[in-house]
């Protein structure tokens, strides 16, 4: 859970306690203000530090209101380690020559060649990168898997910088929105 300072929404509420009501829909109105861009922000960050595509961040992400308050959450299984940069691209249609491995990057500039792995098509056309479970070619295969999507927004970069974003937008718009109301009143 990522904790906001309120400092700013006390400071209005003190600028703003002659008039009744007032601090509710500012605050309300605040909150929306500040969260609004944070989910681009968090996409945008994630695919800067890890190799997985865009459209696989976002519908894990979420954003809910009640009253003054929003909660920014995600919620996601593991990910496919086939979502992010791998070499081979494509499934070979031969088997690979002894000694070529697959080679894969979660984080971007820290990647790795997988001893072991390859890249298959199941019946139902998902692509994957699997493993023999103990190296006998009539045993069964095992999926690899790479970080789930809350787990990579739970990283102390990313968390940072999501946590600095919304303090500064949450201090901008208390104060365009305190100017606002009590520009329509000096009227």
């Known amino acids: 859970m990522i904790e906001i300072d309120d400092h700013d929404l006390q400071r209005a509420a003190n600028l703003l306690q002659e008039f009744p009501g007032a601090v509710d829909r500012i605050s309300k109105r605040v909150v929306k203000k500040s969260v609004s861009g944070v989910q681009r922000q968090a996409v945008q960050k994630i695919s800067e530090r890890y190799t997985i595509e865009k459209k696989r961040i976002r519908p894990t992400l979420r954003i809910t209101f009640r009253g003054s308050t929003a909660s920014f959450s995600s919620r996601g299984r593991v990910s496919d380690l086939s979502y992010f940069k791998h070499n081979p691209r494509r ?9 070529r491995y697959l080679y894969s990057e979660v984080v971007r500039g820290q990647g790795g060649t997988i001893a072991h792995a390859f890249l298959a098509r199941m019946q139902s056309g998902h692509v994957g990168v699997f493993h023999r479970t103990n190296g006998n070619a009539s045993i069964p295969i095992q999926k690899n898997y790479a970080p789930s999507v809350p787990q990579m927004l739970g990283s102390p970069s ?19 929105e305190v100017d606002s109301f009590l520009a329509r009143y000096r009227q």
């Open 91 to 99: 499934v070979p249609t031969k088997r690979p020559a002894k000694g």
């Open 158 to 176: 990313i968390r940072s910088y999501i946590e600095e974003h919304l303090q500064k937008r949450l201090s901008g718009a208390v104060e365009r």
